[in-house]
């Protein structure tokens, strides 16, 4: 006999944690089905962790940039208070207990083990906890992604690692293959440089961060190289082995490229495979899962997070858990609006970005005019001198007279992003944003130079 309830939320990342702990506390009786740890990639193998090594790197950074400005220091890395932090304050050594509580404290019901739709509004979940389960409302899949691991030859028979083993090592490694320049993998190559580790990076594409502006990875890339890492784009690999010691990657250009350790940083992507899509007239071989404007994947079959494909951040699944609550409890809103939708990867420079690149924008037939400035050449970022390095770039619609997009890299280009996500988000006028006032001497006041930069320019459609 199936248990009624009024929702099953499937996965308990931060989608799912949110959706099923807001619906619980709002009086609906809900079960939260999770297969792993409550909290999701997240808190325990992903942002926090992650932002915790780079918060350890960025210090190391600073500190060697004294000399020349403030004195002298002596600097000695030591990975063993990273490892540390990230067991003790980040992830309670890989327990969610305290999460577990939170969602029950909510009054909702956690089921440990893997969930599966059995047909509309039923779900059967696998595991000694397991059961089924009818909802009378309706269903939440939230069950995120995992790594996509490329098909290169020898690849699937190697102890590679994926952010799951970089997150966790309790320490660096002597040199490290990174295959994959996208945002875990600069993230992490950085951070582990810093720490002293030979960091080799191989990006298919011709730059890093291929799918923010060409500007931001070429920049990044002069920095990345300025700090030691040997960075190998436009390269694909073509064979990998291990000996028991050393990963060897033979590249299409005939270079072998050797390291201790070997990081797959390729991407990430949703698994429907096993969730039961098909009982519910779903296909269960599509990328991800397709949801409308409120979220909704069919007729009581809500989605949220990675598994929808609307971008692989955990903002995305948070805001995708707001509209899925006010869906499921009948409460007005707006409907889900991607337009401004902001990444930020916490590089030293960061690279804050929001909405359409200047590629996408063109792509999309809209008449473009572009706008740049660079932070070294601004008072603030003269004045900083060690570490300056940064760019703002503008994508105008130049038909509407409003930004599309806007990248913000260097010191604290992911803050420096929010007025720029405010102009995109709001379609403030370009004319508007031109006669503000911006603070002097801010690393925002690159925005001004950038909107003058903009202004010289006739349309470039
Ligand atoms: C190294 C790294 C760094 C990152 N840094 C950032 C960052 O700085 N900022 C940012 O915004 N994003 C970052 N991300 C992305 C972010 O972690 C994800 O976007 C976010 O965790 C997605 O949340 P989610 O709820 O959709 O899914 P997940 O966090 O993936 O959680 C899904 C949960 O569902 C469970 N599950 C799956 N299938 C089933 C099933 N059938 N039954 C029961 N349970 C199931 C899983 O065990 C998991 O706990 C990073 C990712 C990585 C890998
Ligand atoms: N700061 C953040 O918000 C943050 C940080 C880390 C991860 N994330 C999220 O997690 C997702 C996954 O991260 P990711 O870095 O794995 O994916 P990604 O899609 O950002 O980058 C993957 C990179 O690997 C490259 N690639 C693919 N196949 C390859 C191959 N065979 N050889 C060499 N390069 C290859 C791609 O061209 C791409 O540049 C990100 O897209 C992002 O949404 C976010």
């Not at 540390?84 to 909510?106: L, M, P, S, Y």
């Not at 955990?314 to 609006?337: K, W």
Request: aromatic share 4%.
């Amino acid at each position: 006999m199936a248990e009624q309830v009024d929702v099953v939320v499937i996965g308990m990342g931060p989608g799912g944690e949110h959706v099923a702990g807001r619906l619980a506390e709002s009086g609906l009786s809900v079960v939260g089905v999770e297969a792993e740890l409550v909290g999701g990639e997240c808190p325990y193998w992903a942002c926090i962790p992650s932002k915790m090594m780079i918060r350890a790197g960025n210090l190391l950074a600073e500190a060697r940039r004294v000399p020349g400005m403030a004195g002298t220091a002596q600097v000695a890395a030591d990975w063993a208070p990273v490892a540390a932090r990230i067991r003790d304050e980040a992830t309670d050594d890989w327990n969610d207990q305290v999460a577990a509580d939170r969602f029950t404290g909510k009054g909702g019901v956690l089921v440990r083990g893997r969930g599966r739709l059995a047909g509309p509004g039923r779900v059967e979940v696998d595991g000694p906890e397991g059961g089924s389960f009818e909802a009378r409302i309706g269903v939440v899949l939230a069950t995120g992604s995992r790594p996509q691991i490329p098909p290169v030859p020898g690849l699937a028979d190697v102890p590679y690692w994926t952010n799951r083993d970089a997150i966790a090592a309790k320490e660096p490694p002597a040199s490290l293959l990174v295959l994959g320049g996208g945002a875990i993998g600069v993230e992490l190559s950085q951070v582990y440089a810093r720490f002293g580790t030979r960091v080799t990076v191989v990006e298919a594409m011709d730059a890093l961060v291929p799918a923010e502006e060409p500007e931001a990875g070429e920049l990044l890339a002069q920095v990345l190289a300025g700090e030691g890492l040997t960075l190998r784009t436009g390269a694909r690999a073509t064979a990998v082995r291990h000996d028991g010691e050393t990963f060897t990657v033979a590249l299409e250009n005939g270079e072998e490229l050797t390291a201790d350790q070997l990081l797959v940083a390729t991407g990430r992507k949703a698994d429907l495979s096993a969730l039961g899509l098909e009982t519910v007239g779903l296909d269960p071989s599509a990328r991800s899962l397709r949801t409308d404007g409120r979220m909704l994947a069919a007729p009581g079959l809500w989605g949220v997070g990675d598994v929808t494909g609307h971008g692989a951040f955990t903002h995305v699944a948070m805001y995708e858990a707001e509209i899925a609550i006010r869906s499921v409890l009948g409460d007005p809103g707006p409907d889900a609006d991607y337009r401004a939708l902001p990444r930020v990867t916490f590089t030293d420079p960061e690279i804050g970005a929001v909405g359409l690149t200047e590629r996408q924008a063109r792509e999309k037939g809209l008449r473009v005019r572009t706008g740049c400035s660079r932070v070294p050449e601004s008072a603030r970022g003269w004045i900083h001198k060690a570490g300056n390095e940064g760019l703002v770039k503008l994508v105008e619609d130049s038909g509407r007279g409003v930004l599309v997009g806007a990248t913000a890299m260097g010191p604290a280009g992911g803050e420096v992003l929010y007025g720029l996500a405010v102009a995109v988000q709001a379609e403030v006028p370009v004319e508007t944003l031109r006669h503000m006032i911006f603070a002097y001497p801010t690393f925002h006041r690159g925005v001004e130079d950038a909107l003058k930069d903009l202004w010289s320019h006739t349309d470039q459609a």
